[in-house]
């Protein structure tokens, strides 16, 4: 159903007729004061019943809210409030860790800014996912039309440190005597200069018809890319847990690091102490007992949840810093604070690669959202979501760097939200705008995540990124048959992917060699090289799509089945859609019980996915 000709409604009751200014304002008139157009008949009970043994599950499922259906004023706003608490660990992430001891350095107000920055761009971004603008004269579109959340891109923190490691040891970057690194906001605007050209790329895979690029790009290529992207990302949410990424995680200390983050922190302890593990098992914990025993809104919720816990005990255990907070203005927005843009040609091809892995995930997301939304996934209506969606993550590369924050993309485990509420009214996907936004303005509110102990976040982003990981494995099982040939590939890739997101050094000292003194281009291809052959998911995505391309199919017969060793199969979420298999299964009649599974900033992979499927049944 397309959005234009969805019913707007709450009961089956639909009111025909063109509608006059007089009639327009009775409706919002009512929509306001009265219980119908404030309440309705929804269960409330419902997303706050929590999961318990002895308690009895409702017999009645909840009303399905379509794209334009009315719905009551509360429910928006609770839903909204429900979709900005889902994405709220994704969007928050990787701004903290890349102006943090992991990144460039930056003090704290300038991490305060680019918290605020990235819940307003969100905001902003998602806002026009949802609205789906038609280009004049053309039969092409910006946005989906859906509750397509856009957050932070994760696939942005591993390029990006790599990047600051080699701008810190190129002199791009200062350091003090001693070889601590000094803030660096020149290279956190090097990042953005570079985003901004180089998101002209998936402005340009917008206009691929998706079978050709899904024929490029399969499943075989963007799973074990997502994964290494996850496993890298582990890393530094786990060095976190135990206490901080930063110079105190060292071998050897300096004396003003011996103790996380510094010497100078309240109750600062050294890296690994039992006290920092503990902090961080009690965000894991929180967020296992959330999906065992929790309420619909819990489950959607739970990793900002073991969040909160998580801050309340550093909170009452005194390892909280409140100046920060006390000090930070009441309110914040875009362009509070700026950085000098400039393109960092080491970072071009990293970030190309980037961009075209966003572009792969946004049509599994969107494709699950038409899912999980009752809207078709076939035919020239989905694949112009599907321009239009991947075209609004290009444009919105560029314009999230002219708004001094790092690549966005489309989020999945709001999906999940969907799927749990029973509710894909764009409304509420407005009110969800509104609340990230609202967050973003009261700089309290980001002064209080910056000041978050790092054991805290780790335990949080170290459950996130493993959800990242995960999804990749998932796109690799349910997209890629297992033959000789596919393993084969999978080996081939994984071999030097593993190897360098180990062991990201190994290619340090090949170049030591050359002298580049007096040939700063020369400089720049080398460093771009070097960056390349460091990022483990970069070397894996590249040396699975040209062995994907070149190797010749095999014709296997597993248990009596004859199968092919094509890289696209069933289809895969996170990215990459068997668009072709999905039409020959509508052809027979079929039904597809493909589900939504999270990605990027999944706050609750389990529940999400499982769910939805459970939940979510046509009716």
């Known amino acids: 159903m397309d959005e234009d000709s969805a019913p707007s409604q709450i009961t089956p009751h639909n009111a025909g007729g063109k509608q006059t200014m007089a009639d327009r304002l009775r409706r919002v008139q009512k929509k306001f004061t009265t219980r119908q157009g404030l309440l309705g008949d929804y269960d409330y009970g419902f997303l706050f019943r929590p999961n318990l043994p002895f308690m009895k599950r409702s017999a009645h499922a909840s009303p399905f809210f379509g794209l334009n259906d009315k719905m009551p004023v509360v429910l928006a706003l609770l839903l909204g409030f429900q979709h900005s608490l889902a994405m709220l660990a994704g969007v928050i992430t990787p701004p903290l860790l890349l102006s943090g001891a992991a990144g460039v350095n930056l003090d704290v107000s300038g991490q305060q800014y680019l918290v605020s920055t990235a819940l307003i761009v969100s905001g902003i971004l998602t806002a026009v996912q949802i609205t789906r603008l038609h280009i004049y004269k053309t039969p092409y579109y910006i946005g989906t039309g859906l509750i397509s959340v856009v957050g932070i891109s994760f696939t942005i923190i591993p390029i990006a440190q790599g990047a600051f490691a080699q701008m810190y040891a190129n002199g791009f970057c200062p350091t003090s005597p001693t070889g601590v690194k000094l803030p660096c906001p020149d290279a956190y605007g090097a990042v953005l200069g570079t985003c901004a050209v180089c998101a002209l790329v998936e402005i340009a895979i917008a206009f691929i018809p998706p079978k050709i ?7 075989i290529v963007t799973g074990p890319t997502v994964m290494l992207i996850g496993v890298y990302l582990i890393k530094s949410g786990f060095r976190n847990w135990a206490g901080g990424s930063g110079p105190c995680s060292d071998a050897v200390p300096t004396a003003f690091f011996a103790s996380c983050p510094n010497i100078n922190a309240p109750h600062a302890l050294p890296w690994g102490s039992p006290e920092y593990l503990g902090l961080g098992f009690s965000v894991f914990v929180t967020i296992i007992l959330c999906e065992r025993f929790g309420s619909p809104i819990m489950k959607s919720t739970s990793v900002i949840l073991g969040l909160l816990v998580g801050c309340i005990i550093a909170g009452a255990t005194g390892y909280f810093d409140p100046a920060n907070i006390k ?8 362009w509070v604070r700026t950085f000098k843009l400039s393109v960092y040609p080491p970072l071009v091809l990293p970030i190309i690669a980037l961009f075209i892995i966003v572009a792969c995930e946004a049509i599994g997301d969107i494709t699950a959202t038409c899912d999980v939304s009752r809207i078709e996934v076939q035919g020239k209506l989905y694949e112009s979501r599907i321009q239009g969606g991947v075209l609004a993550d290009g444009l919105g590369g560029i314009l999230a760097a002219m708004m001094t924050m790092t690549p966005m993309s489309c989020f999945a485990q709001n999906n999940g939200v969907i799927a749990l509420t029973r509710c894909a009214n764009r409304t509420a996907g407005y009110c969800c705008c509104f609340f990230l936004i609202l967050m973003g303005i009261f700089a309290k509110f980001a002064a209080a995540l910056v000041a978050i102990p790092s054991a805290v976040l780790g335990g949080m982003t170290t459950f996130l990124f493993c959800a990242v990981a995960v999804s990749g494995i998932s796109i690799i099982t349910k997209g890629v048959p297992f033959t000789r040939r596919n393993r084969f590939i999978l080996t081939a890739a994984l071999t030097l992917g593993y ?23 020369l400089g720049g291809f080398l460093d771009a090289i070097e960056l390349i052959m460091s990022s483990g998911f970069a070397l894996t995505a590249f040396i699975t799509m040209i062995l994907n391309l070149t190797l010749p199919e095999e014709i296997e017969e597993e248990g009596g089945v004859v199968t092919t060793g094509q890289a696209a199969g069933a289809p895969a979420p996170a990215g990459v859609l068997a668009m072709e298999q999905q039409q020959q299964q509508h052809e027979k009649g079929l039904e597809s019980n493909s589900g939504p599974v999270a990605h990027e900033g999944s706050a609750a992979v389990g529940s999400d996915s499982m769910d939805s499927e459970e939940k979510y049944k046509r009716v």
């Open 213 to 219: 690029m899904l024929k490029i790009f399969p499943p």
């Open 499 to 521: 190897g360098a997101t180990l062991v990201p050094n190994y290619f340090s000292k090949v170049f030591n060699g050359v002298d580049t003194t007096n040939n700063v281009g």
């Open 327 to 334: 000090a930070a203005p009441a309110a914040n927005f875009l």
